[in-house]
């Protein structure tokens, strides 16, 4: 059921323990969202947790209360009153569903959410991040926005408009960027968190990019990433702006094979609906932004992506 931030907001005051959790291969704002609200409603008396059903990129290890975040172990339980979804539908979130039997509201900004299995959902698809609704939530509980909490929120705002430069960076986005610097915010020790990469990192996007195919008169760029090759590396996180930023291209792809017949896709565009194409396969995301999951071989994965491109375009 759809409902508004001011009920959303009511739902949080009518209980007591929380479980706060996001999406599998979190990003900023999944981490500076779950991070923050957790942070939120200890501040105004509610027993609140993370858990993540994932390991999460080193660059975001610096965040405030990161060491706070758990990962559900086989046959665990926590005893909640509501389960906290955030920057994703609930099927996205591992098996931290399997904690607990607990209401769900669900707070998210992706278009693509149905609210499928949740109980409540508050859906802002023009918010650039999360972290943005989570600012506002904050507001309607009457919260104070610590320099650490405003760190958290920032990083989501940041990451998710790749520092304030994608199309989804509205005038509201820029206010609060303000607002959480005005909160004690330092945006260099985030970029230079977020931007920092390992040595692996670094030979990973040479191996990437040597993979680097063009399609449809040089208006999708793709890059695959198979079995062996992404057992070396911790993140393939940016990959994808590298080959995004191309004169001739429109549409960016990511392929990478996680484990024999299944491939993670990330999707990146200049004008295409990308996220109608992830949608079509079963995932999900932004306009801009969006990925998809596919049980198959690394070729034939490549063979039904360009395909539903080509459709699209």
Do not use: W
């Not at 996205?92 to 039997?101: A, E, M, P, Q, W």
């Not at 760190?151 to 790749?162: K, N």
């Not at 702006?241 to 896709?265: G, M, Q, S, W, Y």
């Not at 801009?288 to 459709?311: Q, Y």
């Amino acid at each position: 059921m759809l409902i508004t931030l001011q009920q959303a907001a009511q739902k949080i005051r009518s209980v007591n323990k929380i479980l706060v959790t996001a999406h599998i291969m979190p990003d900023g704002d999944a981490i500076g969202s779950t991070l923050a609200a957790m942070m939120i409603l200890r501040s105004i008396g509610k027993d609140a947790q993370v858990y993540i059903d994932d390991s999460v990129r080193k660059n975001l290890h610096a965040l405030p209360s990161f060491n706070e975040i758990r990962r559900p172990t086989a046959d665990e339980t926590f005893d909640a009153e509501l389960l906290l979804i955030l920057d994703t539908s609930a099927e996205r979130i591992g098996n931290v569903r399997k904690l607990t039997d607990a209401p769900t509201l669900n707070i998210d900004h992706h278009v693509t959410n149905s609210g499928a299995e949740v109980d409540e959902l508050y859906l802002e698809p023009d918010a650039a991040a999360t972290c943005e609704i989570i600012f506002k939530l904050a507001r309607e509980l009457n919260a104070t926005i610590t320099p650490e909490i405003a760190t958290c929120l920032y990083t989501g705002l940041a990451t998710d408009t790749g520092f304030f430069q994608f199309s989804n960076t509205s005038a509201e986005t820029l206010a609060i960027a303000s607002e959480l610097i005005a909160c004690g915010v330092s945006p260099n020790f985030i970029s230079e968190q977020i931007e920092s990469k390992s040595l692996a990192e670094v030979l990973g996007l040479a191996h990437a990019l040597s993979t680097l195919k063009m399609y449809f008169d040089d208006k999708v760029a793709g890059m695959m990433i198979d079995h062996e090759a992404s057992k070396q590396f911790e993140s393939t996180e940016g990959f994808i702006d590298e080959i995004r930023v191309i004169d001739t291209v429109d549409v960016a792809f990511l392929i990478t094979e996680k484990a024999p017949n299944f491939c993670r896709v990330s999707m990146r565009s200049k004008g295409v609906d990308v996220s109608k194409i992830a949608n079509v396969l079963g995932g999900g995301g932004h306009i801009r932004a969006a990925g998809c999951s596919l049980k198959m071989s690394l070729a034939d994965a490549e063979k039904t992506l360009i395909a539903a491109i080509g459709s699209a375009i």
